[in-house]
């Protein structure tokens, strides 16, 4: 295989090719439905839960066992209270700032946890056993919000603070620096988190008594307002601004709003979340199915393109469940997104040569379908690349099949990028990037 940066190098020498200017579709200005059409799911992402969707757990990266080693999806065992209740210590900021640059994000504290809660819970609601487990979840819950966990994580308005007083670092450093310090990933790692959490709260909300009610109903409300809230502000949000760039997880913050919406019952809010996130996606989704951003990013543009791929899937889901009305013309580009993502894994080279030689290594811009797209979150160098679906995509196989009318024949085939990709999650059973189990939706 042709090497990604000797490609590079090769297509700098040849002449560029005019590209014609995408057709962006007709923005959704106009409702489809008035907000009281919204009908909020149960369990967030479903009114009921697939019986067949019974989930066998796994320990991860960090977690109290053996990777990959069997990890019984209940809080009665002491030793997985016990773990989950270590979490009301633990320091987001401070171990982000220890091992984390702009290049690898270092998580799984959170994520892996989060990723069990809503496994068990989903499980107890299969077999009928969700107050048992819904007991213990309250007490963790509880004892998050009284230890302020994740408060304490930078916030969008501090990181504007921050640029104010000439102390914010970009990541990348705009210019492709990996080991650049990240403040972004801080604040949207809270805004994760407290997505993840609420709909774990959602789930239980009817079993709460009412002191614990109240006291997780503050915490919920507190990271809502400033995490995920402000970050779909600085986003989704402003989805007329061409350079707002990327799509990534939890819908881009999307279903952290979501999340609180359910929790507090509020149409409106989600509505109003539904539409600003439509508008973003659609104009950062092109025709041919590549991604704003995502798509381009160097030795791991393909990586994010599924991981991207994997988000706008579970918006499609979420709208569906919802009762959030998309049009054909956006539903056709992510078929050809998924394409892409075919492409791709059978020949990472041809999904390269679409747009290599229209990346400029000096400004870190990539033009591209009459787009001056900012790639500068990207590395060049060969031994960050990967050539793969992204493994925290674990169930993007499904969500293609249901949600699309692409060819997904290759998920069956040989291609190197879909054979690293099931080796990689093999073991996963919940997918953290959206917050819920697609497979788990009727």
Same mark, same amino acid.
């Given at each position: 295989?042709?090497?990604?940066?000797?490609?590079?190098?090769?297509?700098?020498?040849?002449?560029?090719?005019?590209?014609?200017?995408?057709?962006?579709?007709?923005?959704?200005?106009?409702?489809?439905?008035?907000?009281?059409?919204?009908?909020?799911?149960?369990?967030?992402?479903?009114?009921?839960?697939?019986?067949?969707?019974?989930?066998?757990?796994?320990?991860?990266?960090?977690?109290?066992?053996?990777?990959?080693?069997?990890?019984?999806?209940?809080?009665?065992?002491?030793?997985?209270?016990?773990?989950?209740?270590?979490?009301?210590?633990? =320091?987001?900021?401070? !171990?982000?700032?220890?091992?984390? &640059?702009? #290049? @690898? *994000?270092?998580? $799984?504290?959170? /994520?892996?946890?989060?990723?069990?809660? =809503?496994?068990?819970? !989903?499980?107890?609601?299969?077999? &009928?056993? #969700? @107050? *048992?487990?819904? $007991?213990?979840? /309250?007490?963790?819950?509880?004892?998050?919000?009284?230890?302020?966990?994740?408060?304490?994580?930078?916030?969008?308005?501090?990181?504007?603070?921050?640029?104010?007083?000439?102390?914010?670092?970009?990541?990348?450093?705009?210019?492709?620096?990996?080991?650049?310090?990240?403040?972004?990933?801080?604040?949207?790692?809270?805004?994760?988190?407290?997505?993840?959490?609420?709909?774990?709260?959602?789930?239980?909300?009817?079993?709460?008594?009412?002191?614990?009610?109240?006291?997780?109903?503050?915490?919920?409300?507190?990271?809502?307002?400033?995490?995920?809230?402000?970050?779909?502000?600085?986003?989704?949000?402003?989805?007329?601004?061409?350079?707002?760039?990327?799509?990534?997880?939890?819908?881009?913050?999307?279903?952290?709003?979501?999340?609180?919406?359910?929790?507090?019952?509020?149409?409106?809010?989600?509505?109003?979340?539904?539409?600003?996130?439509?508008?973003?996606?659609?104009?950062?989704?092109?025709?041919?199915?590549?991604?704003?951003?995502?798509?381009?990013?160097?030795?791991?543009?393909?990586?994010?393109?599924?991981?991207?791929?994997?988000?706008?899937?579970?918006?499609?889901?979420?709208?569906?469940?919802?009762?959030?009305?998309?049009?054909?013309?956006?539903?056709?580009?992510?078929?050809?997104?998924?394409?892409?993502?075919?492409?791709?894994?059978?020949?990472?080279?041809?999904?390269?040569?679409?747009?290599?030689?229209?990346?400029?290594?000096?400004?870190?811009?990539?033009?591209?379908?009459?787009?001056?797209?900012?790639?500068?979150?990207?590395?060049?160098?060969?031994?960050?690349?990967?050539?793969?679906?992204?493994?925290?995509?674990?169930?993007?196989?499904?969500?293609?099949?249901?949600?699309?009318?692409?060819?997904?024949?290759?998920?069956?085939?040989?291609?190197?990028?879909?054979?690293?990709?099931?080796?990689?999650?093999?073991?996963?059973?919940?997918?953290?990037?959206?917050?819920?189990?697609?497979?788990?939706?009727?």
């Amino acid at each position: 295989m042709i090497r990604f940066a000797l490609m590079l190098l090769m297509s700098l020498a040849v002449s560029s090719q005019a590209v014609a200017a995408v057709k962006w579709n007709s923005s959704k200005s106009e409702s489809n439905g008035a907000d009281e059409n919204i009908s909020i799911p149960k369990y967030f992402f479903a009114d009921e839960i697939n019986k067949s969707c019974l989930m066998e757990g796994k320990h991860e990266y960090l977690s109290f066992g053996g990777k990959r080693s069997p990890l019984l999806l209940d809080l009665t065992k002491e030793q997985n209270f016990q773990w989950m209740d270590k979490l009301k210590y633990y =320091n987001w900021k401070g !171990d982000h700032d220890k091992r984390s &640059d702009s #290049l @690898d *994000v270092h998580m $799984e504290q959170l /994520t892996n946890r989060m990723n069990f809660l =809503n496994a068990t819970l !989903d499980n107890a609601i299969i077999q &009928d056993k #969700l @107050d *048992v487990q819904a $007991e213990l979840a /309250t007490k963790l819950l509880v004892a998050y919000a009284e230890n302020g966990l994740m408060l304490d994580s930078t916030s969008i308005p501090e990181i504007k603070e921050m640029k104010k007083k000439g102390t914010f670092d970009r990541c990348y450093k705009g210019k492709g620096d990996t080991k650049a310090v990240c403040h972004w990933h801080t604040a949207q790692e809270a805004s994760r988190f407290a997505g993840q959490i609420t709909i774990a709260a959602h789930k239980i909300q009817p079993l709460m008594d009412k002191a614990s009610s109240e006291i997780i109903g503050n915490y919920l409300k507190s990271l809502y307002e400033k995490f995920s809230q402000p970050w779909q502000d600085n986003h989704g949000k402003r989805w007329k601004k061409k350079d707002q760039v990327g799509f990534y997880q939890m819908g881009y913050g999307s279903f952290s709003v979501l999340a609180y919406a359910a929790y507090s019952q509020d149409k409106q809010l989600a509505y109003k979340t539904f539409e600003e996130t439509y508008n973003y996606i659609d104009k950062r989704l092109l025709e041919d199915g590549f991604i704003v951003n995502n798509s381009f990013r160097g030795v791991r543009g393909y990586w994010y393109h599924t991981l991207g791929l994997n988000n706008i899937l579970g918006f499609v889901a979420l709208a569906e469940e919802w009762n959030y009305p998309l049009n054909d013309d956006f539903k056709l580009r992510i078929s050809k997104a998924v394409d892409q993502m075919g492409l791709g894994a059978r020949d990472i080279n041809a999904y390269h040569t679409q747009w290599i030689e229209k990346f400029n290594t000096k400004t870190y811009r990539l033009k591209f379908a009459g787009r001056d797209i900012y790639v500068g979150n990207s590395s060049l160098d060969e031994k960050d690349a990967r050539y793969h679906i992204h493994q925290q995509a674990p169930f993007i196989d499904y969500l293609s099949k249901r949600y699309t009318d692409a060819d997904t024949s290759f998920f069956n085939q040989e291609a190197k990028g879909v054979k690293i990709w099931n080796y990689k999650k093999r073991g996963a059973y919940y997918d953290r990037t959206l917050g819920f189990n697609p497979k788990c939706i009727p």
